[in-house]
């Protein structure tokens, strides 16, 4: 059985059985066989390594992108909160304001002081 493919018609017959030339060509064909597989080999662990690379660095973005909404929330909370404790201040202030306006004289320029920090008071709420 010859390992190379020659038409018998044209050209001579290379080879028989056994002959150094299908030895030959049988070596070179498995050298390159093996040399193909190991660079697929090495083709396919470069490949597989980049897509760990990318996909732990999409996951450290993932991350970061969620504690900056975390920190975001966290923010947005806490303004709510003291914007809400602000206001309550606020009311109480005004609640005593309108007590000593009422119990202040008319013409007084206590009176206007008064006055002028409750209109204050009402345009932060």
Known sequence: ????????????????????????????????????????????????????????????????TRQAERKSMNKTIAFASTSHDVRTILAAILGLLDHCISNVSHNSELRSCLVDIKSFSLNLL
């Open 1 to 64: 059985v010859s390992t190379l493919a020659f038409p018998r018609d044209n050209v001579t017959y290379l080879g028989t059985k056994g002959s150094n030339l299908n030895w030959f060509a049988s070596a070179v064909i498995s050298v390159v066989l093996v040399l193909m597989t190991c660079l697929y080999v090495v083709v396919t662990y470069r490949a597989f390594r980049i897509t760990v690379l990318l996909r732990s660095s999409l996951i450290k973005q993932i991350e970061a």
